[in-house]
Structure formats: structure tokens, C-alpha cells
């Protein structure tokens, strides 16, 4: 049940900001995008022992496995899928000579890199064992495509970009690895805000595949839906929002999360901290949006990643 209950938050650290997202680079088209900030993980009160969880989880595999130490040089990391574009990837810190070599090694591992040039920046094209065809239509968020065919670039300052098509890299390494939008496009994908957030995700659930991983009935009523994890001194706080097609989907699935909640949270079977976690819970709506608030005890959270 543990394990269950904390899913979303699993989630976010499997697909690895005191700052915003930077929500300005992030074109209006995008279709989804998430970001992480280890800085503020590592210096939060609240967020320490999940940022060590990390270190020792996922970043030493990484260190051990390839030699490169994301603590030490990752400051945050940010990605985003515009329509019909695939992903973009970018990673922010002090990155060093020697991480860039074997970044680009890596990605000559089982494919020759072809060198380009943009904006007097160089940028490798790698391909892997894909066809090296697209057809990406309305995105389902999925990196896959990265492994068959990429564009990689070390040439920006404290930046590793990885991109699928050229057309994204050119955007980035001319914009020092922003797309740039025109005046007055604000980014229309939902973005929440906190003045410590450590993780932030968006999608537009509009827009997925029908037959895709994430169809769902909750899915195809809703228009968008954004999450945030901060930091809050003491405790881990998480909120979702959702935005439906309407009010009256927003109310029918608030009933239906404040049922669940209720049915659960007084369960004899349910852990006493995990109940607790859910009677804290705050459903609420205003119109189409859907809100729905906790805070986490952070030994909590660390020990249902343990398990």
C-alpha cells in the first residue's frame, strides 16, 4: 500500500527547482515537460533525505556504471516534447571536459557520430538501431526514441543538450539553449508555482494517443493536468492540478478522489502514516480545475523509496 500511495513521487525521480522551472525556454507548443532541481534538493531541509535517496539510488549506478558524478556536477535537469518534434533533454551544472568526452563517447558506443555545426556550436548526430524515421503525431511521452537517434551537443556552458531532430538543436544552440518564443506566446501548458519547488511536470492530456499508455476515461475528460513537489521546511509538499473539459467532470472527479480517500484513509488494513497522509488531503474545485493538496513527513517519503 505504501508503495502504491506514493507512486506519483517514485514516478517523477524514474524519469529524472528554490527556482521555477524555466518555463520561458519551454516552447508554447510543447505537449508535455518536466523538470528537477538537485540544487534545491540537495540545499532544502525538507528535501535532503530524498536527495540522498537519489544520490545513492541512481546517481551512483550512474558514477559507477560511466564515471560520471551528477552530484557533484548536476544542477537541475529539464525536458519537454514539442507536437510532432520528440523530446529535448537538458541538463544544467558545472559540467566538466572530461564528463562531455564521455558523454560523447557514450553515444558512439553503437553508432558512428556525424558533426555538424550551428551558431559557430558543434552537435553529433548519433544513430542507434532505428530506422531513423518519425511519425510522431500526437505525443505520447516516451524517450524511446533517443536510444534509436539523437542529436548531442557539449558546445553550450554548463549544458549537455540532447535532442531528436536537428531542426530542435539549431533552435537551442542558437537561443543559449532555449526556444525562443514570440512576444506575448505565454507557454500554454499548466505550470504551477512555489517558492522552494523541486520538481515540476506538465502535460496536455488532450493531446496524447488515444491508444496510447496514458488513455484513460479520467484522461480523455481532462485537458490538462500539472504537478509540483516543494519543499516546505519541515514536511514535503505535493500538489496536482487538473484541468477538465468542464465543471461538472471537475466535480464528478472530485467526488470520486474524496471517495477513494475516504474509503482508504479509515481502512484497519491501511498504515497508520500512510492514513494520515490521506485524511491530510485537500480536494478542491473552482471551476474546471481540480486541486488536490498534501504534505509529507520526509522520513515518510524516504522510506516508502526504500522499499
Do not use: C
Not at 493538496?293 to 523509496?305: E, F, G, K, N
Amino acid at each position: 500500500m505504501r508503495k502504491l500511495t506514493f507512486y506519483a513521487v517514485t514516478l517523477f525521480f524514474i524519469l529524472v527547482p528554490a527556482a521555477q522551472a524555466d518555463v520561458d525556454g519551454i516552447p508554447s507548443s510543447a505537449t508535455w515537460y518536466f523538470h528537477a532541481d538537485f540544487d534545491a534538493m540537495r540545499e532544502g531541509k525538507a528535501s535532503r533525505g530524498v536527495y540522498d535517496w537519489l544520490d545513492a539510488e541512481v546517481f551512483e549506478e550512474v558514477r559507477s556504471e560511466i564515471g560520471i558524478d551528477f552530484d557533484k556536477e548536476a544542477r537541475s535537469v529539464t525536458a519537454f516534447s514539442g507536437a510532432g518534434a520528440g523530446p529535448v533533454i537538458i541538463l544544467d551544472g558545472k559540467i566538466s571536459q572530461d564528463t562531455k568526452d564521455k558523454v560523447l563517447a557514450l553515444a558512439a558506443i553503437d553508432g558512428e557520430l556525424e558533426t555538424f555545426k550551428s551558431s559557430g556550436k558543434a552537435y553529433y548526430f548519433f544513430d542507434g538501431e532505428g530506422d531513423g524515421e518519425h511519425d510522431h503525431g500526437n505525443i505520447d511521452i516516451d524517450i524511446d526514441s533517443l536510444e534509436k537517434e539523437a542529436y548531442v551537443s557539449v558546445a553550450l556552458k554548463n549544458k549537455i543538450v540532447i535532442t531528436n531532430t536537428q531542426e530542435q538543436m539549431k533552435t537551442l544552440l542558437a537561443n543559449n539553449g532555449k526556444i525562443k518564443t514570440q512576444k506575448g506566446d505565454k507557454n500554454s501548458l499548466f505550470v504551477l508555482r512555489a517558492e522552494r519547488s523541486l520538481i515540476q511536470a506538465g502535460v496536455k492530456a488532450d493531446e496524447m494517443e488515444e491508444d496510447s499508455d496514458w488513455d484513460s476515461k479520467i484522461l480523455r475528460n481532462t485537458k490538462q493536468v500539472a504537478l509540483l513537489m516543494a519543499d516546505l521546511g519541515e514536511r514535503l509538499g505535493i500538489e496536482a492540478q487538473l484541468v477538465a473539459n468542464e465543471p461538472d467532470m471537475a466535480n464528478s472527479l472530485a467526488s470520486v478522489v474524496r471517495g477513494l480517500i475516504g474509503l482508504t484513509a479509515f481502512s484497519d488494513e491501511m498504515d497508520e502514516d500512510v492514513a494520515a497522509i490521506l485524511r491530510s488531503t485537500t480536494v478542491d474545485v473552482a471551476g474546471s480545475v481540480l486541486k488536490l493538496s498534501l504534505s509529507l513527513d520526509p522520513d515518510t517519503v524516504v522510506s516508502a523509496l526504500e522499499d
